[in-house]
């Protein structure tokens, strides 16, 4: 099948929202997007190849682009590189918070995040408190198709910490504990024009110095993040990739 539209990286998310909702096709559509994509690449000559390498290594790196292999060999040199998408096997202390707009709509063009995390020190273990604060600006609470296909952003959202991490008030929350790590689920709604903020505390043990891993969840352009220890504004930026920071008293 073929389409008479001009794709440009400004109309592409429209035109495949347009023609899965209004015309059941987004399969087709992308498909034929996909094909004349790969027939442009095949024209662009090795400097525009080479760029493209380029490009596609970067998104690697960041995280944007994820690789799944059915060769267990490959997948394992996949997974060592982080290009897999997986949890990992950090040792140290780790947040990853993940997303799931489960609100029938695509609200996600419309949410900002930001992530604020503060540590206390005490005298076996640190307690930290993890703020979320999402912004939606949507105009409207529900789709208004084709012109708009927002509304309010019903998320149902994981937040990925060390497996020894013990969370206050955990009966609130959906807990699971995976390897290394320990995966506290729960809903949030923000409204259309509106905001909402999440606060999770919970404690660690400490051995000395600490490093800690903040992960970005694919698909997220970047969120403002800060880190505050006993007090101290340790980190203050955007997080566009997965970042390691030094935490402990001495920092």
């Excluded at 004349?36 to 090795?46: D, Q």
């Excluded at 999440?198 to 992960?215: D, H, I, T």
């Amino acid at each position: 099948m073929t389409y008479d539209e001009r794709v440009t990286a400004q109309n592409l998310a429209q035109l495949a929202q347009t023609y899965s909702e209004v015309n059941k096709e987004k399969r087709d559509f992308l498909g034929a997007v996909g094909a004349a994509l790969f027939e442009r690449i095949k024209t662009i000559g090795p400097i525009g190849q080479m760029r493209l390498i380029g490009l596609v290594y970067k998104e690697l790196q960041k995280g944007q682009i994820l690789v799944w292999m059915k060769d267990q060999e490959l997948a394992s040199s996949v997974q060592r590189l982080g290009w897999d998408g997986g949890l990992g096997n950090y040792g140290g202390d780790y947040l990853y918070i993940v997303e799931s707009n489960l609100g029938a709509n695509k609200a996600n063009c419309c949410v900002t995040r930001s992530v604020t995390q503060t540590v206390n020190s005490l005298s076996q273990s640190l307690r930290e408190r993890l703020t979320i604060k999402w912004e939606n600006s949507s105009q409207f609470e529900n789709p208004q198709p084709p012109v708009f296909w927002g509304g309010n952003y019903i998320n149902y959202v994981r937040v990925v910490i060390p497996a020894a991490a013990q969370v206050k008030d955990a009966e609130k929350y959906d807990i699971e504990e995976r390897g290394r790590f320990k995966i506290v689920g729960f809903w949030v709604t923000v409204p259309a024009g509106g905001e909402a903020t999440v606060q999770l505390e919970y404690k660690s043990v400490r051995a000395g110095e600490r490093e800690m891993l903040v992960r970005r969840q694919p698909g997220i352009e970047s969120f403002p993040y800060k880190l505050v220890v006993d007090g101290k504004v340790i980190v203050a930026t955007d997080i566009d990739r997965d970042q390691e920071f030094g935490v402990g008293s001495g920092q």
